[in-house]
């Protein structure tokens, strides 16, 4: 660490200047920057060298770098955006071409526009998420959490609809559990194995608890459905665990 | 693709200094800095803008990896990340340093001759 206060405050504003980065390289290279930046400075100081071209050349040359970083990572955001939204289109064909197939799908086009953003907004949470984090298990878990929570909601809305039962709409407090989970988580993976846990148990709490008010034979496949649900959340809070036990806490 | 395409691109000068200092061995950041300086024989000053910059851009195209975290005992108690060459970022220096001997037999040849 830094022992003379000039120091000390030249690393302060350098360490500011870093915040200036894109958060993803920030987060990945900031602590090594102020360590050379650091560094650099000690080896002027020993060597009886004045701090204050180093520190102006320093911020000058982070400065331009800084710039650098930031229009390469718009850049990138941007191409990402493309691709999530050429993804959610290729995915909206599904339901597009089904419903001139299937008897009585009679969306209006509002509900398919709905559910394209639905489908670009899963696309770019993934997107955004999944790559601050290296890890392939990390990425994994978010895309299973992600699609099946999507399904969850999905199948919940469709078969509230359809059943006309509104209690159904319970299973939609899987989701609140996500949801409130992710956020006190901040995306760390222990947090988030225990969240995807929580939403597993929540489901199939609920599932026993709630009657179904199906015939049985649609029960049966209700109980099935649900169990596929219960175990996805689960294996997504297995790969968080995994995640987090190789270090992303 | 991007890791084919890295040992066949001419690579800037910052990836291949960074390449070389990182050929004998990993090196945290300050440690790529001053093997730099070294081998360029003062030639070639990097600030840490353009060291992480392209340290970033070399982990993407898999040239290097990070090996480790670690204090370094002729400096201080700070951990530090080192970084290492992996196979493909030793293969694009091989590639760069072929093509730098190339241009430079053309080179010669021409000279050699009054060209």
Redesign the interface.
Known sequence: ?ATDPTGRRYRAWYARLLRLYPRP?RE??G???A???H??RREHRDAGRGLYGLAL??FF??????V??NITHMSRLGTTMLRVALGALAVLMVPLVASQFVEDWNWPVGAFVRVYFLFFGTGMVFALVARRMGAWSYKAGVGVALLAGFALGWSTMVQTADSGHPERLWFLSVLVVGFIGTCLARLKARGLALTLFAMAATLALIAVVLPSGAPPYLARNMAIGHGVFVALFTASGLLFRHASLAGLK | MAKKSATQAPLTPAVLHILLSLSTGERHGYGIMKQVQADAQGKVKMGPGTLYGSIGRMIEAGLVRESDKRVDPEMDDERRIYYELTRAGRAALEAELKRYRGVVAVAEGRFAYGH
């Not at chain 1, 040359?61 to 800084?66: C, G, L, N, R, Y």
């Open positions: 660490m390289f990945r290279f602590e090594g920057m360590q050379t930046f560094d650099l050349w320093t040359e982070t400065s331009v770098a800084i650098r970083e």
